[in-house]
């Protein structure tokens, strides 16, 4: 069969369209001998008719030791060289009471960027000094609300928030561990990294402000500088970005020496996974590895003692552990004009357009990112050939795409339950309301048994916050902050 031109480079036709790949679903998910997809024991037809569509369903035992993994891959690295690091989950992948717990109770810190954050980590009874406070515009309120409730460190993004947090650790008596922001100029995405001496974008400080404004920091009583922090991008395969930007914090991390402690360097998240089955990912063990070789190296070309590192993945850790169920409500083949390179004569491909009873609202990483997924039939197995086709959402927006290429059976059917692997990340975390649908719920499954643990938004909630409907009886709505 010729293959659909359709079809983007990267992808293949696969010889069975119901194969799940290793790499991209979560490590408990299998099919069943019925044919349906069971995660964590949990037959997705069966958590489908308990919990409704679309659901997000996370593998709390892979997601666990994901955590896990991470921390003994830096431990043992770090360790190797004399050294040691801390891991701060970021929260803004995915953040719920429950995941707190998962990933504090596998030794993990948190990283926050914003009081709702803060306030899920604090309900979820996280010990305030393990969390990290990020932001490049926290407000007064959130900033004294941290140092109230004794976060562990504040990074800052900026000059201005000198001052703030100074002020703000003065006033609650505290003594304010902090780190610093900085825009290292190393940008990276998958395979690549860009290197420049100033990047655009609107995080940090530059490098060459740093002694400044490290003084500054120190000429305050009620601050304690930790250290310089980086976070080059996402999506990351390779450690070549993650050691530029080391080699260029060290230096300046080298000099800060001369006037006190600088007890870490944070070099951020951004570690890649697999979306699709033809993303290759490397190991984290072998990227720490990596990372504390290249560390030492600096270190012991600069003369100085190796700092404790911190690294904050978000991605790499709830990423994998979590695939979204939908169910398929249209299917249509749609006949597209291809017109080949190099040529005027055109032909026609058929794209087969999949529609699911979700979409941009609880994923919005293919229209925001033009981010790759793959899906699979939850219900059943087929063996009709399989056709290139694109899963799209319900929204009234064209672009509203969840998965842009994949191949399913080519009797794919209104009814059939869709299963999209790889959500875990920024996936919820991003969800809105558009066109009034409400938010999935989200279910853990461990050992066959599921529980919600963020429920599904009811069309109640939707209208809660109407204050033209006399029911939705409005709170007091000025700002106390
Ligand atoms: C400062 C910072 N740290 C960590 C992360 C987590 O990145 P990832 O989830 O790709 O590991 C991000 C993501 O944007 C970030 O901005």
């Known amino acids: ?4 031109p359709l079809a983007p480079d990267w992808l293949s036709q696969p010889d069975d369209a119901n194969a799940l790949a290793a790499t991209v679903w979560p490590r408990n998910a299998v099919r069943a001998a019925s044919g349906v997809i069971s995660l964590a024991g949990a037959d997705a037809t069966a958590l489908a008719a308990e919990f409704g569509t679309p659901l997000y369903v996370v593998d709390e035992q892979d997601a666990r030791h994901r955590a896990a993994e991470l921390k003994t891959a830096f431990d043992d690295a ?26 504090t109770a596998a030794g ?3 990283d926050v960027c914003s009081g709702g954050e803060l306030a899920v980590a604090l309900a979820a009874g996280v010990d305030p000094t393990r969390l990290g406070f990020h932001g490049n515009n926290k407000s007064l309120a959130e900033i004294d609300r941290g140092v109230e409730v004794g976060v562990g460190a504040i990074v800052l993004d900026s000059v201005v928030e000198v001052e703030r947090v100074a002020a703000a650790a003065e006033k609650h008596g505290r003594v304010q561990a902090v780190r610093l922001r900085i825009n290292s100029g190393v940008h990276a995405s998958t395979h690549e990294f860009l290197a420049t001496a100033h990047e655009d974008q609107k995080f940090g400080v530059p490098l060459a ?47 800060l020496l001369e006037g006190g402690e600088v007890p870490e360097l944070n070099l951020g998240g ?23 070789r290249v560390v030492a190296a600096e270190c012991a070309a600069l003369g100085i003692p190796i700092p404790a590192i911190a690294v904050e993945p ?30 005027t004569t055109e032909t026609t491909a058929i794209r087969k357009y999949v529609s699911v009873d979700g979409g941009m609202s609880d994923n919005i990483r293919a229209a925001l990112y033009q981010a790759d997924y793959s899906v699979r039939l939850a219900n059943r197995t087929s063996d009709a050939a399989p056709a290139l086709i694109r899963l799209a959402g319900k929204h009234c927006e064209s672009g509203d795409i969840v998965v842009r290429a994949d191949y399913l059976p080519s009797d794919v059917e209104p009814g059939d339950l869709a299963a999209v692997p790889a ?45 033209g409907i006399p029911s939705a009886a409005a709170p007091d709505q000025k700002a106390t902050a």
């Not at 060289?81 to 998962?102: D, P, Q």
């Not at 080059?232 to 530029?244: D, M, T």
């Not at 951004?270 to 190991?283: C, L, R, W």
């Not at 429920?455 to 916050?465: G, K, M, P, Y």
């Open 209 to 255: 402000a740093a002694p400044d404004i490290v003084a500054q920091i120190r000429s305050h009583p009620s601050l304690r500088f930790l250290g310089l922090h980086s976070h080059i991008g996402s999506q990351i395969f390779e450690s070549a970005g993650f050691a530029e930007a080391a080699g260029r914090l060290l230096m300046v991390h080298a000099g």
């Open 270 to 292: 951004g570690f890649g996974i697999a979306y699709t089955s033809a993303d290759e990912v490397t190991p984290i063990a072998t990227i720490a590895q990596e990372l504390a």
């Open 314 to 343: 978000g991605r790499a850790i709830i990423g994998p552990s979590t695939v979204t169920l939908y169910e398929i409500g249209t299917v249509k083949d749609v006949v597209v004009s291809v017109v080949s390179t190099g040529s």
């Open 78 to 103: 770090f360790t190797a060289v004399g050294s040691h690091a801390t891991i701060y989950y970021a929260g803004k992948a995915f953040l719920s009471t429950e995941i707190a717990r998962w990933v």
């Open 423 to 467: 959500t875990g990340a920024y996936c919820w975390s991003l969800a809105s309301n558009y066109n009034y649908l409400g938010r999935p719920a989200v279910v853990a499954v461990k050992d066959g048994a599921a529980r919600v643990i963020v429920r599904r938004e009811t069309e109640a909630d939707l209208l809660s916050r109407d204050a």
């Open 108 to 110: 993990l810190n948190i």
């Open 1 to 4: 069969m010729t293959a659909n």
